[in-house]
């Protein structure tokens, strides 16, 4: 499905011209300023979207513009309408061979449409990656999008797995083990409870010499006592008997505590405690170079989890490179050669902007062609651009495949295709190309 007539009226600088194209190449010329890309634009404005509109699309000092495109099997018409405060509405009619009127017109021309705003030119000037997006159309049942997202997320991931392996390991590395350092800590509970008991004992057997101390003390004062006792005695006569048997009283318990005092067996040496403070301490150390290594080894344990999870999210992010590379060697790519690189399209295994400019452009167009099956039109902008042979090129390729490419090329005074001046049609001159003869 090609177009067959375009009419445009009061479309951005267009008077009202009327276009039945003949041939495969439209080229659309002449000077600047004089309504070429109108015509383009008026192409797109009436198949596509109103997104696509620009904001002002009615010719200035007009109220209302139009535009009719014939496809042959459909005619498509759209009008826009000025309102006051600069703004503008459009109606959209879609009508197919016998006249009648689809209700859902633009819906039914997006499936039409496909990628009609596609420009070979403006393919060559795109960055490698927005080239390889387009190209990403012809690998079907393949999201991209998903893919890089989960490749971007597992990247992410394994970037912080493999900072925490960075960080587990220096952790690992600052803890010293000494040499020598047993497996299983020491119990020192034992032997502070050893500690424990050697302490109460020392403490009562402090408190045994203290007593035996009292009581040597006690015997010594009894002794003083009985001299001043008898030393009283002789002065106080009447007080004698009472002091005797005071006395005899106190000495009589004065022997049994000797009697005790002899009888009573040596008190024991008391425990040396340095050697338990010593083998408790020691203990501590052994405990602590244990936790130690306990701790390392933790640290460690959690590397290798770390290292495998690393290893997982790389295996998935391959694994889904795989995938794309493998659909896309199943793919039926427009142009022999193309391939898929990193951030960008190769051809022949070359990067894209490193081909020549006859390849360049023999891939954008075979692109666009493949972009378009069932509304065989193609429109390039900034066709001035192209020489010769790149002309020479775009026929060959046009003709071959049998698509329509409406082109815009600048020209003072030109003599070639279909020459605007002033917003309308001032003459058409059929181009003669090599693949037309």
Known sequence: MKIIELQAENVKRLRAVTISPEGNIVEISGRNGQGKSSVLDAIWWALSGTTNIQAKPIRKG???????????ELKVIRTFKAREDGTHTTNLIVENGEGARYQSPQRMLDGLLG????????????????????????????????????????????????????????????????????????????????????GEF??????RRIRREQAEDEVEAQEASIGTLRARAKQLRHDADEADAEADKIN????????????????????????????????????????????????????????????????????????????????????????FGEDEILLNEVPFDQASSAEQLRTSVAIAIAANPKLRVIRIQDGSLLDEEAMRILAE??????????????????????????????????VATEAAE
Not at 177 to 194: H, M, Q
């Open 62 to 72: 007009q109220e209302e513009a139009r535009i009719s495109v014939d496809l042959g």
């Open 397 to 430: 390729m046009a003709q071959a495949a049998d698509y329509q490419v409406w082109i815009e090329r600048v020209g003072a005074g030109s003599t070639v295709g279909i020459v605007i001046e002033d917003g309308a049609v001032a003459g058409s001159i059929v």
């Open 252 to 339: 009589a318990r004065m022997v049994v505590t000797r009697g005790k005092l002899a009888d009573a067996e040596a008190l024991p040496e008391p425990i040396d405690t340095l050697d338990l403070r010593e083998r408790i301490a020691e203990a501590g150390r052994t405990n602590t170079a244990v936790a130690q290594r306990e701790q390392r080894e933790r640290i460690e344990a959690q590397v290798r989890a770390a290292e495998t999870e690393a290893a997982a999210l790389t295996k998935a992010i391959e694994d889904r490179a795989t995938q794309k590379r493998e659909a896309i060697a199943k793919a039926d790519l427009p142009v022999p050669g193309i391939g």
């Open 202 to 207: 020392n403490t009562d057997l402090e408190r």
């Open 115 to 198: 990628a009609l705003t596609f420009d070979p030119l403006a393919f060559t000037r795109m960055d490698g990656k927005a080239q390889l997006e387009t190209l990403k159309r012809f690998v079907p049942g393949v999201d991209f999008a998903a893919i890089e997202k989960a490749s971007k997320a597992d990247f992410d991931r394994r970037t912080e797995v493999n900072r925490t392996i960075r960080t587990l390991r220096s952790q690992s590395v600052s803890i010293e083990v000494p040499a020598g350092t047993p497996a299983e800590r020491i119990d020192d509970a034992a032997l502070v409870a050893k500690l424990e008991e050697a």
